[in-house]
T-cell receptor, first 106, second 112 residues
Framework: DAKTTQPTSMDCAEGRAANLPCNHSTISGNEYVYWYRQIHSQGPQYIIHGLKNNETNEMASLIITEDRKSSTLILPHATLRDTAVYYCVHNNDMRFGAGTRLTVKP | NAGVTQTPKFQVLKTGQSMTLQCAQDMNHNSMYWYRQDPGMGLRLIYYSASEGTTDKGEVPNGYNVSRLNKREFSLRLESAAPSQTSVYFC???????????FGPGTRLTVT
C-alpha cells in the first residue's frame, strides 16, 4: 500500500482555487514529496515537488507543514482541463496510491 | 524530443502467449521504470532500473522480466501471459533514481 493518504474525490468550481491535501506521516527526513496528475487515461504528468519549504511553479503551489507530515497542492485558478487524478508520492517509495479524483465544474 | 515512447499502444494476447513491451527515452535519463495500472487503481511498480546495467524488483514483479538494453531502452517481457496481467502498462524515466519521473503514453494489454 502507498504510504500517503489522499481523499478519494473532490470537486472545485472553475476559476476557484483547488486545494488537494495529502497525509504522509511516515515520510523520512530526506524524502521529497512529489505530486503528479493523470488526465483521463494518459501517462501521469509531474507537477511539483518539495522537501520542507513551500514551492511554486507555473502549474501549482505546494504547501508543506512544518512537521512535514502533510502537504497541500494548490491550483490557484482551476480550469476544466485540470480535471484529473492527482497523486502525492514519497520519492523514495515510488508507490502511487489511488490518488484524488478532482472534478472541476463550470 | 519525443520524451518517453512505448510500443505497442494496444495488444491482445491469449493466455500462455508471450510478448515484450518496448520503452525508449531520449532525455539521457539514467533511471527507468515499469508500472501497471488496473482499472480504478493507482500505479504499481513492477521493475525499475536505477542505471544502465542494473535492474531491481518493484512491488509486483511476479510473471515479468525486464532488460535494460542500453541507456535509452528498457523492455518488459511477459513469458506466459495470464488474464490477471490485463492492465495498462506505463514506462517512465528520471534523471536519477527518485527524481521526478516522466511517463510514456501507456500500452493497453488484454489477455483473454
Amino acid at each position: 500500500d502507498a504510504k500517503t493518504t489522499q481523499p478519494t474525490s473532490m470537486d472545485c468550481a472553475e476559476g476557484r482555487a483547488a486545494n488537494l491535501p495529502c497525509n504522509h506521516s511516515t515520510i523520512s527526513g530526506n524524502e521529497y514529496v512529489y505530486w503528479y496528475r493523470q488526465i483521463h487515461s494518459q501517462g501521469p504528468q509531474y507537477i511539483i515537488h518539495g522537501l520542507k519549504n513551500n514551492e511554486t511553479n507555473e502549474m501549482a503551489s505546494l504547501i508543506i507543514t512544518e512537521d512535514r507530515k502533510s502537504s497541500t497542492l494548490i491550483l490557484p485558478h482551476a480550469t476544466l482541463r485540470d480535471t484529473a487524478v492527482y497523486y502525492c508520492v514519497h520519492n523514495n517509495d515510488m508507490r502511487f496510491g489511488a490518488g484524488t479524483r478532482l472534478t472541476v465544474k463550470p | 524530443n519525443a520524451g518517453v515512447t512505448q510500443t505497442p499502444k494496444f495488444q491482445v494476447l491469449k493466455t500462455g502467449q508471450s510478448m515484450t513491451l518496448q520503452c525508449a527515452q531520449d532525455m539521457n535519463h539514467n533511471s527507468m521504470y515499469w508500472y501497471r495500472q488496473d482499472p480504478g487503481m493507482g500505479l504499481r511498480l513492477i521493475y525499475y532500473s536505477a542505471s544502465e546495467g542494473t535492474t531491481d524488483k518493484g512491488e509486483v514483479p511476479n510473471g515479468y522480466n525486464v532488460s535494460r538494453l542500453n541507456k535509452r531502452e528498457f523492455s518488459l517481457r511477459l513469458e506466459s501471459a495470464a488474464p490477471s496481467q490485463t492492465s495498462v502498462y506505463f514506462c517512465a524515466s528520471s534523471e536519477q533514481l527518485s527524481y521526478e519521473q516522466y511517463f510514456g503514453p501507456g500500452t493497453r494489454l488484454t489477455v483473454t
